[in-house]
């Protein structure tokens, strides 16, 4: 029976958990032994990473869709309440006003602090 410790020491064979973080560039060479690994989200001038990570607070799974992506594909629900229609309506299909805007919103729009930028 193998019992999981949180926290506890790493595994040895875990692999590494920049080769699937979003933020993550690897380089690797002919050999096994060559391959540089650099991390945007770490400071500037110091994002080279000598060793496997196995929990880093900055981790985004590059396989997932980041949070942009799935706002790309989006589909919008709205109403039409004097045609009396509802359907979805494609987020590339509407104004930027349109796209953040809902209609419990609206007050917030004439407040010129929470205005949202024209195109």
């Known amino acids: ?3 999981k410790i949180r926290g506890g020491t790493a595994s040895n064979g875990e692999p590494s958990l920049c080769l699937t973080c979003r ?10 032994r060559d391959e540089i690994v ?3 989200q770490l400071s500037y001038g110091r994002n080279r990473v000598a060793f496997p990570v196995t929990q880093c607070t900055e981790y ?11 706002e790309e594909i ?3 629900l709205r109403s039409d309440p004097t045609k009396n229609e509802i359907g979805f309506v494609k987020r590339s299909e509407l104004t930027r006003r349109e796209r953040f805007v809902l209609d419990d919103d609206e007050l917030l729009v004439s407040d010129p602090a929470h205005r949202i930028p024209a195109e």
Not at 23 to 32: E, M, N, P, Y
């Open 38 to 40: 650099e991390c945007s």
């Open 23 to 32: 933020f993550a560039t690897i380089v690797k060479g002919a050999s096994l």
């Open 60 to 70: 985004s799974d590059r396989r997932q869709p980041s949070l942009r992506a799935m």
């Open 74 to 76: 989006a589909w919008v």
């Open 1 to 3: 029976m193998r019992i």
